[in-house]
């Protein structure tokens, strides 16, 4: 690229030294106006270009910015000049800043269409233009990630849109081709895995590993490995570590070396705490050889107590399933109804003024369900019940109404909504928050453990059946795992033992004592192999060897020397308390307030260190294997199409990127990863009936 000095020419500098002073009045309209009381040639136009020397009577002018030749004649004018001028500057193509140029113009206030260039400001912009330099690496790894977030196909480098646009915006840009992109992306890959590598490498705590399965179009099964972690400002952050093909047959042992194998090659087989599975029925054994793997390497701590967890929300959406096939025909009859009231503006007026003289809440608007998302389905029946009235209204008064629901079934509707409140109440603590971590998740999971419970004792319906084989399952999967989230439940300072006490009291009576003391006792034999692993004693040890030193010291012989040593006995029971003692005799917090546990523990790093680590580590846990924005979402994992019919290896290199730069927008907190409230997770209420999805 030629140096801007060069564009411009030795005298363009000269115009703009010290010796003019006086500002230069432009009209906004026309920038560069020539005026009739002058000689032509002083058009200010002649401060961008420079005219030629006549050739055979054809005079001819060029441009010092891009050296594009225009003709000078004075019967021409300079109309066609300033209008070059202008579309110079706006495209910037030339080592133009825009701020620089638009500090050029200031308003002059006797003319709101005035503009005043300023002789200083413009020699001041042109220094910072001279410094510019078109950085074509930045501009292709930008392109890159357009290509990668959006899920982009890469032939988009070569379709004509893209490239007309990336030449209006910058012609000296090289073209690109699908192979040159795919090359880009490869080498970002490689980069950005190193540097994922020495994220894990210095992260403080334990890695707790999540496996999912994804499909593709073609029913290809890919194997999802996701590493969770807290880092050193305790933030909850995840990154996928492997996005490998499975050939079948798919078996338990395929699925557990693709996961040892992560490990060894990311280097994390001494940190990993747990891995979260999906809930199938094979997970067991694969529980259990990667379980034995470390175990004779003796990495996991607490004998691998908190190794094996399942995913909540797989069984969680396989009752909801059940529950809405029991009615589907119901619902299906209810989603035409909503339909035929909507596909009307005339008839969406006359139902809401009806709804309105029945004295019914208007705030809410009728919405359709999206078959995969589940809990908009939910709130289509929530806002139809409360319908109800208008809907029997209408049936009576249009005789084109058809879908009316009979007594018996609104009432099954309303059985099945109180049914699913539960659920979704489950399903919201996970969606709303950021950084989902594993204590929110015993007083949910226990909440649809009860609720399943009391539909079985409860009096019989048309949802009986059904019932009772899911609570079969989601008792199977609550006793396997309440320890582990009893564990994580006592180190949130709301909950602490009392709450976890209470719990098990309302479901097992006189028998909640020992599951309570399997619980602290697991959690006191793991705060024990943390104290052991610490580097510096605690403050209650010093103290208790300090009272020791002391009573030593005492060298009477009256016959009473070794009542000093049981004195201090008895204080040292009192003295040496652990942190986890201190810790869980701290009065508990209000139940219901709002508290980011990650920060509660941050702020008691200083005074319980090793504590701290522990609840580092336990709260860790993933109880999910999808993300947090997906817990509603009962379809299947799927690769969009384009990707489908890539490479293997360049499919990981996608998902694996797309996850990294979307992990480190959050943790910068950008505005591409926008909070969600808790409307995102209700459906529409304005009246269109599309739903949020």
Request: aromatic share 10%.
């Amino acid at each position: 690229m030629d140096n801007f000095d060069q564009k411009l020419g030795p005298d363009f500098f000269k115009n703009l030294s010290a010796e003019a002073i006086t500002p230069l009045n432009v009209i906004h309209a026309d920038i560069y106006e020539s005026s009739s009381k002058r000689p032509k040639t002083t058009s200010k136009v002649w401060d961008v270009f420079e005219k030629l020397p006549a050739q055979q009577g054809d005079s001819k002018a060029i441009c010092k910015l891009c050296r594009k030749i225009y003709t000078a004649k004075t019967t021409s004018g300079t109309s066609h000049l300033r209008r070059h001028i202008e579309a110079c500057v706006k495209r910037g193509n030339h080592d133009l800043d825009h701020r620089s140029v638009e500090a050029c113009f200031k308003p002059v206030n006797r003319d709101a269409d005035r503009l005043t260039i300023s002789h200083d400001t413009l020699i001041a912009s042109t220094t910072s233009l001279k410094n510019y330099k078109l950085d074509v690496d930045e501009i292709r790894r930008a392109i890159a990630m357009m290509i990668i977030v959006d899920e982009q196909p890469f032939q988009v480098v070569e379709d004509a849109g893209f490239r007309r646009l990336l030449s209006a915006a910058c012609p000296e840009f090289p073209v690109l081709s699908r192979k040159s992109i795919k090359r880009d992306l490869i080498s970002i890959y490689a980069k950005e895995r190193e540097n994922i590598r020495e994220l894990l490498a210095t992260c403080p705590g334990r890695i707790c590993l999540t496996s999912s399965t994804w499909k593709s179009n073609c029913d290809d099964h890919f194997n999802c490995v996701t590493a969770h972690f807290i880092d050193h400002e305790w933030r909850l952050q995840k990154r996928i570590l492997r996005f490998k093909l499975i050939p079948p047959p798919y078996e338990s042992l395929s699925v557990a070396d693709e996961i040892a194998l992560c490990m060894v090659q990311w280097n994390i087989e001494h940190k990993v705490f747990s891995v979260t599975l999906e809930n199938l029925s094979s997970d067991g054994c694969v529980a259990d050889m990667l379980k034995s793997r470390l175990d004779v390497k003796k990495y996991l701590p607490c004998k691998g107590v908190f190794f094996h967890m399942s995913c909540f929300f797989h069984i969680l959406n396989l009752i909801v399933q059940a529950g809405f096939n029991l009615v589907i025909d119901i619902i299906g009859k209810l989603r035409l109804g909503i339909k035929y009231v909507q596909q009307s503006p005339h008839r969406k007026k006359n139902f809401y003024i009806i709804s309105k003289t029945l004295n019914l809440d208007t705030q809410r608007k009728l919405c359709l369900d999206s078959p995969t998302w589940w809990n908009s389905t939910y709130n289509m029946i929530e806002v139809a019940l409360c319908y109800k009235n208008a809907f029997d209204y209408l049936a009576e008064q249009d005789k084109n109404f058809i879908h009316k629901l009979s007594e018996d079934e609104w009432e099954k509707m309303s059985v099945l909504y109180k049914f699913l409140k539960v659920f979704f109440e489950a399903a919201c603590v996970f969606f709303r928050n950021r950084q989902p971590t594993s204590n929110l998740y015993f007083k949910a999971v226990w909440k649809v453990h009860s609720r399943l419970f009391d539909m079985v004792r409860g009096p019989e319906n048309f949802m009986t059946l059904m019932v009772k084989e899911m609570h079969s399952k989601f008792n199977q999967y609550w006793s396997e795992y309440n320890l582990i989230l009893s564990c994580a439940a006592i180190l949130d300072p709301r909950y602490k033992i009392k709450f976890v006490e209470y719990c098990f009291t309302k479901l097992y009576g006189s028998g909640a004592q020992k599951y309570v003391s399997i619980s602290v006792n697991t959690l006191y034999g793991l705060f024990d192999e943390y104290m052991q692993n610490s580097t510096c004693p605690s403050h209650t040890a010093v103290l208790s060897v300090a009272t020791t030193k002391i009573s030593n010291d005492k060298d009477d012989n009256d016959g009473f020397e070794d009542y000093e040593t049981f004195q201090s006995a008895r204080f040292r029971t009192q003295v040496e308390k652990s942190q986890l003692d201190l810790y869980l005799e701290e009065p508990s917090h209000d139940l219901n307030s709002e508290i980011d546990v990650l920060e509660y523990w941050t702020l008691c790093s200083l005074r319980y260190p090793e504590l701290s680590r522990m609840a580092r580590d336990v709260l860790t846990i993933p109880v999910s294997t999808i993300a947090s924005d997906s817990a509603f979402d009962i379809g299947p994992q799927v690769i969009s199409a384009d990707r489908s019919s890539l490479k293997p290896k360049m499919i990981q290199a996608l998902v694996c990127l797309q996850d990294w730069m979307l992990a480190s927008d959050r943790t910068r907190g950008s505005g591409s990863m926008e909070s969600r409230t808790e409307d995102d997770s209700s459906s529409s209420s304005d009246g269109d009936g599309d739903g949020d999805y």
